[in-house]
């Protein structure tokens, strides 16, 4: 079966990065892509971006155009979020889901990375 | 960017039906759009229920159904259960980009 096991809980500074992993199981990870999406506390999703499987494309949302980037690693079936310049208010879980190759751009998900940003 | 709407709440008797509606501020919201629905309790991941406007998810409760109403996409809950109550959220496409309502806390009651 399908698993998208998400990295630990990171506190970071305010100006630092964090990278959130996601590892995929039960499934050929080079045929999906993934989403990144997040969540403030008490807030609702935000789309963040997706890494595309059939092009190796990357398109990220108007809001995170230059502080994001979308990788995967097909060697540990590994995808990547990389968020920079921290801010207070990117404290949020971040969410992995997967998307497949002109089907379902969100099926599966993974539980969520709660990532601080305190000075 | 475009900003998708849904209504903020809205309540259901145990056994009734709703329509959950997700609109867009570029005008009507069409199955070019390709609109998502997901549901997330609290603490939990996000769960998706429906994709580009009416396939379900072998998961999905029959209950569940997806469609395009007035302008707008729509999921509809005929039947509602108590374990029904949760935050729904549509997802609309805009070509590459994909934009997130700002959800409906649904209340069985």
């Known amino acids: 079966q399908v698993h998208l096991v998400q990295s630990g809980t990171e506190v970071k500074k305010p100006g630092a990065s964090v990278k959130v992993s996601c590892k995929a199981s039960?499934?050929?990870?080079?045929?999906?892509?993934f989403n990144w999406v997040r969540q403030a506390p008490g807030q609702g999703l935000e789309w963040m971006g997706r890494?595309?499987?059939?092009?190796?494309?990357?398109n990220y949302a108007q809001n995170f155009q230059d502080r994001v980037t979308m990788t995967t690693d097909t060697s540990t079936s590994t995808a990547y979020m990389e968020l920079r310049s921290l801010r207070s208010d990117d404290t949020a879980v971040y969410y992995c889901?997967?998307?497949?190759?002109?089907?379902?751009?969100?099926?599966?998900w993974g539980r969520g990375t709660l990532v601080t940003v305190s000075s | 960017q475009p900003v998708v709407t849904q209504e903020p709440s809205l309540t259901v008797s145990p056994g009734g039906t709703v329509t959950l509606t997700c609109g867009s501020s570029t005008g009507a919201v069409t199955s070019a759009h390709y609109p998502y629905w997901f549901q997330q309790k609290p603490g939990q991941a996000p769960r998706t229920l429906i994709f580009d406007t009416n396939n379900k998810l072998s998961w999905t409760p029959a209950r569940f159904s997806g469609s395009l109403l007035g302008g707008k996409a729509a999921l509809t809950l005929s039947g509602a259960q108590p374990e029904d109550e949760a935050e729904y959220y549509c997802l609309v496409s805009y070509g590459d980009a994909r934009v997130f309502g700002g959800g409906t806390k649904l209340t069985v009651l």
């Open positions: 890494f595309s499987a059939y092009n190796g494309h990357t």
């Open positions: 889901a997967r998307e497949s190759n002109g089907g379902i751009d969100f099926d599966f």
């Open positions: 039960g499934y050929s990870f080079p045929s999906y892509g």
